[in-house]
């Protein structure tokens, strides 16, 4: 954006350096220009004078500050260009003369990156303003008794221009009795006096009426003008004097309305009305001054008139007159120089210039988190400041020098937004006054999140207790994790980690709600087939990257007693009649029977035990309810019926209790037989093709298969281990030596489950029953074998063989 000049402009352009010098010390660019410039004119290109890409000015934000409430440049964020936004008037800006200098400090403020850029802006004067005097027409009286040479001060002109183009000179018109006199005061001020070159006559010429014109050193000059009228009066030859030219009082600011700072005291030597003194302000005391102090025409008391700011002006010159009362009265003038002493009445400043209202908790320290400036209008100590943190010592921040006016607040330690989401940092300064004047500024800022914790289960390991036979999709567990993040980072996602049992899937067997992480059992199981399961589920959060945890489920099937017991000795087809025979001439005690149920269940579900549901003579037999032996009790009389009938019912342990009954037709003969004994084999009638047996032996005959398979692969792997150096213990290992023996019969073993399973169908195929029993005290079983024989004849001979027993502890 550019704005036509006129030629007269351009050429006032030209003349100035429009320099950016760059001061390693002063981190400054300054430049120079002339004072109203047309808006839209460009100054330079900031971007090149920094070392910055102009094309990345838009996308960093840059800005200037505003000074005095208005944007006098602003910069072109496309192309980098410092350009004028607003008319410059020097004499506005800088309205004091002490200096020639005008400078405009501003400071180039970048974000993201932070960084920032002072800039001094120096206004050239130009020569828009011409001379004038306070009044047009500038009365004097001067005595006709005035010796030549002697000296009249006149109101001098005044030109806002400084420099070159402030007043150079002052002309007077032509005139045979005057002339004047041209002095620079300390801060080039030029001042005039009036001369006398002859002495008056105001018989002659009462009047005098002069030309005063005032001239600069601009190019073109300036000039103003004023009309001088002398009044010749009558002699009065003494003028009143002050006791110095020269008065020097120091004042406090802020000193109430009415103090007295001095009081003058001029004398005159004349007499009566002519030694009458007035005291009055010169002209060359600012209105500005005169609005702050009063003085007292006749008694010459200076007073505070208004308040007085050691901020807005530090010293005042007061110029005094001391005028007779004579119908010619003489004058005598003095200066008063009033120095201010500050006080501490201003209090510090804090300026916010960057600031960024949240930070992410994984930022690292160093993090600028703002610049911040702090200012007093004091000076000396009382404009001295300190910039400090409140309860710093618990706060992950510092404050960090950056340059001599800026500091910046930093990270100085890893911040947890799991441990506090967000801080209010309040900045306290103080100044170093007596007493100490303070400010504080707060402000607010936000931690946002980080994927930083994945999440967690109460508990790494889970065990859970589910009866067989349960409903499909029935509620197992809520497994539910914790993650202390936010929004999507703690969105948790439950998963079953794959795992195959026996070919199949374990998410085919459970299902876990990805939502809320609810486990439910799929399908129905059975005790008697599965009675455990081992799997891990694995918690995720929605986080990226995400983060997840996993923990272990251990589902223990708990056993029914959905099984009910098993007859398998002695063995008949479904619903037939057990028939014994057993000579009469048996003695007490000898063993009719043994009654063997099996239970598919465990533990109390398949600890059977054995009554007498009808018995035809109670006092002739009895039975061991634990191993379900049928005994004589006495022996057999005449008297005593040739067929007993016995109904055995076989009762699990299981709530409510299962059963199985068999019933048994006891006939006695008269031939003289061998007796029992316990190590005689006595030949059962067993049908091993019956069409029940039929069946259950293929369908462990396949059971059979795959544990010989599994023990095939052991006893390879065990072969292959050396062999320890001392016998090894009773346990498992011996028992399945056993197991692999070619016989077993007339032997008792107490075993798990698994070897009873491999016993049964491997004596079964060897022509042999095989039957399990539980002991009284619940500790093991009785595991027995029996061998088969042909089928029994009510005539034929027949051998029994009592079941040695042995126990031994569960593997």
Request: negative net charge.
């Amino acid at each position: 954006m550019r704005s036509a000049m006129d030629p007269w402009r351009r050429r006032q352009l030209g003349f100035v350096v429009l320099s950016a010098m760059w001061s390693l010390a002063s981190a400054v660019t300054r430049y120079s220009i002339p004072e109203e410039i047309p808006v839209g004119t460009v100054i330079a290109n900031i971007a090149t004078d920094l070392g910055l890409d102009a094309h990345s000015l838009l996308e960093r934000k840059v800005k200037l500050d505003h000074i005095h409430s208005k944007k006098y440049l602003e910069i072109n964020e496309k192309t980098g260009e410092l350009f004028i936004a607003e008319k410059i008037d020097r004499e506005y800006l800088c309205p004091a003369k002490t200096s020639s200098f005008c400078f405009l400090k501003m400071d180039v403020i970048i974000e993201s990156p932070i960084r920032i850029f002072n800039i001094e802006l120096e206004i050239m004067d130009i020569n828009d303003n011409a001379p004038q005097f306070r009044r047009e027409r500038i009365p004097l009286d001067i005595s006709e008794s005035a010796t030549p040479g002697e000296r009249f001060s006149l109101t001098n002109a005044v030109d806002a221009d400084v420099g070159e183009n402030s007043i150079e000179t002052y002309y007077l018109s032509d005139s045979d009795t005057f002339t004047i006199e041209i002095q620079s005061g300390s801060d080039g001020t030029k001042y005039v006096d009036l001369v006398l070159k002859a002495s008056l006559d105001r018989e002659k010429q009462a009047v005098h009426t002069l030309t005063l014109s005032a001239v600069d050193g601009g190019v073109p000059a300036r000039s103003g003008t004023a009309s001088l009228i002398v009044q010749v009066l009558d002699i009065n030859d003494n003028a009143p004097q002050f006791d110095r030219q020269v008065y020097s009082v120091d004042l406090i600011e802020n000193a109430p309305i009415g103090t007295l700072i001095m009081q003058l005291n001029a004398t005159d030597l004349d007499e009566g009305v002519n030694a009458e003194v007035i005291y009055s302000f010169t002209l060359y005391t600012s209105e500005k001054t005169q609005e702050k102090f009063s003085l007292d025409p006749s008694s010459g008391e200076i007073r505070v008139k208004d308040m007085i700011d050691f901020e807005e002006v530090k010293s005042f010159e007061m110029y005094v007159e001391a005028k007779d009362k004579a119908v010619n009265p003489l004058s005598g003038q003095c200066k008063i120089l009033v120095f201010i002493t500050d006080l501490n009445d201003n209090h510090p400043e804090i300026t916010i210039k960057s600031f960024q209202s949240s930070i992410k908790e994984n930022d690292p320290v160093g993090t600028v988190i703002a610049v911040i400036s702090v200012s007093d209008r004091d000076s000396g100590d009382n404009g001295k400041v300190v910039l400090s943190i409140h309860n710093a010592e618990i706060l992950p921040f510092a404050l960090n020098k950056s340059s001599e006016d800026f500091l910046e607040l930093i990270v100085t330690e890893s911040i947890d937004r799991e441990l506090k989401n967000s801080y209010d940092i309040t900045l306290y300064v103080t100044d170093r006054g007596t007493p100490p004047l303070t400010d504080n500024e707060t402000i607010s800022l936000t931690i946002q999140d980080v994927n930083d914790n994945a999440p967690t289960f109460p508990q790494s390991f889970y065990t859970i207790h589910l009866m067989e036979n349960n409903e499909p999709g029935a509620l197992l567990a809520s497994l539910t994790a914790h993650d202390p993040d936010l929004h999507e980072n703690q969105y948790i996602v439950y998963f079953i980690i794959e795992k195959e049992i026996a070919n199949t899937s374990m998410s085919m067997l459970f299902s876990i709600n990805p939502e809320n992480g609810n486990l439910y059992a799929l399908r129905t199981f059975d005790y008697e087939r599965e009675k455990e399961f081992l799997f891990h589920i694995e918690a995720r959060d929605s986080g990226l990257p995400p983060l997840s945890n996993n923990m272990t489920v251990h589902i223990i099937i708990l056993d029914q007693n959905d099984n009910a017991p098993l007859i398998v000795s002695p063995w008949r087809p479904q619903g037939a009649v057990i028939e014994e025979v057993i000579p009469r001439s048996s003695d007490k005690g000898s063993l009719v029977t043994k009654v063997i149920a099996l239970d598919a269940d465990s533990m109390q579900n398949s600890r059977i035990t054995y009554q007498f549901l009808q018995i035809t003579d109670t006092t002739l037999f009895s039975l061991d309810q634990y191993n379900g032996e049928i005994r004589t009790t006495r022996m057999f009389s005449y008297r005593d019926p040739r067929h007993q009938r016995l109904v055995i019912i076989a009762r699990d342990n299981g709530d409510p209790p299962r059963s199985a009954t068999v019933t048994i037709k006891i006939s006695t003969v008269e031939q003289v037989v061998t007796q029992f004994t316990e190590t005689t084999e006595v030949p059962i009638e067993y049908d091993l093709f019956t069409d029940l047996n039929l069946y259950l032996l293929i369908g462990l005959g396949s059971v059979l298969f795959l544990l010989l398979i599994t023990i095939l692969v052991i006893i390879v792997l065990k072969c292959q281990e050396p062999k320890p150096s001392q016998a090894a213990p009773q346990g498992r290992n011996s028992i399945i030596s056993q197991r692999n023996s070619s016989t077993i019969a007339d032997s008792t073993l107490i075993s798990s489950d698994a070897y009873w399973y491999s016993l049964f169908l491997a004596e079964t195929r060897k022509g042999k029953v095989v039957v399990r029993q539980p002991l009284p005290d619940g500790t093991g079983f009785i595991v027995s074998s029996i061998p088969g024989s042909a089928t029994l004849t009510e005539t034929s001979a027949s051998r029994s063989s009592t079941l040695q027993e042995s126990s031994s502890d569960l593997p």
